[in-house]
């Protein structure tokens, strides 16, 4: 008897993942079909998606999650994708939906099915700056190009304290973790495109206890990149120099212990620990 039940669980717990489940589930798919997205940044992913009525859906939040947007449900018939550059607002039981604000048709209304909402993917690709460029009808592959990602924020953490870098500000946020004091230094790198450019945040500690973060902020075409170096002790910034439309890499810490901080006209030589400036060369 016990089998029995247990074979009988079994099944209604199979069925139940299959079966959507919520008043605006439907019976989304009659086949999974490929999906090769190309993003703008270089990148490729291989996703699977759904294919309803001759239509291909795709998932509105893991194509978000990709672009680096956020995405909420306002309430259980809104679902929304934003971030500071873009916003995407599609509603349960509409074709209709908005783009940066303009209403916009996808066709088709949206469909939620095991726990994801899908749109029609040729409104997905254009609401994330692409298109789709390719239909193969022997494989079921769909080819979308040209994808943008919207990230805008920048994080490291190191010691206890995080380091944060927000496009739009354009400014190096230090925070204490344990005390949540913040400080904010001025670097300039405002309007950060991922889709154009590659920032990192590194760092070095010297022999002698001083901290030298290095951000750089290159052209993913030519390779040209600004570099902006910054030195601490004690956790205080001591110094700072900025470095742009650089070819070479630069030798920051010398043989010697030394360190050497570019800017625009000149090469500064400070000492390890005290960061007193022992030379100042031209570039």
Do not use: C
Request: aromatic residues 8%; charged residues 25%.
């Amino acid at each position: 008897m016990i089998k029995k039940w247990n074979k009988a669980i079994a099944v209604l717990l199979s069925v139940s993942i299959l079966l959507p489940v919520g008043s605006h589930m439907t019976y989304a798919a009659s086949k999974y079909v490929v999906l090769e997205a190309q993003w703008e940044d270089g990148h490729i992913d291989h996703v699977q998606t759904l294919l309803k009525d001759g239509v291909t859906y795709g998932s509105l939040f893991s194509f978000g999650g990709k672009a680096s947007l956020h995405w909420t449900m306002e309430n259980e018939d809104t679902a929304v994708l934003s971030g500071s550059k873009k916003r995407i607002v599609v509603y349960m039981g509409s074709s209709i939906a908005e783009v940066d604000g303009q209403e916009v048709d996808m066709g088709r209304e949206p469909v939620w099915y095991i726990s994801h909402l899908y749109v029609p993917i040729k409104f997905l690709a254009a609401a994330l700056d692409g298109e789709v460029s390719g239909w193969d009808a022997k494989s079921g592959k769909v080819t979308l190009t040209g994808l943008h990602n919207y990230n805008d924020t920048f994080y490291r953490s190191l010691w206890g304290y995080t380091y944060r870098i927000q496009s739009e500000e354009g400014n190096l946020e230090i925070t204490n973790v344990r005390t949540g004091k913040r400080d904010t230094i001025p670097l300039g790198i405002k309007d950060i495109n991922v889709n154009t450019h590659h920032l990192t945040i590194d760092f070095e500690a010297t022999s002698k206890n001083l901290l030298i973060a290095t951000i750089v902020y290159s052209d993913r075409k030519t390779g040209a990149y600004d570099l902006y170096t910054l030195v601490f002790k004690n956790q205080g910034l001591i110094r700072k120099s900025i470095a742009h439309g650089l070819t070479e890499q630069i030798e920051r810490i010398r043989p010697d212990g030394k360190i050497q901080l570019i800017d625009d006209e000149n090469i500064r030589v400070i000492e390890d620990g005290t960061g007193n400036v022992l030379e100042v060369n031209a570039r």
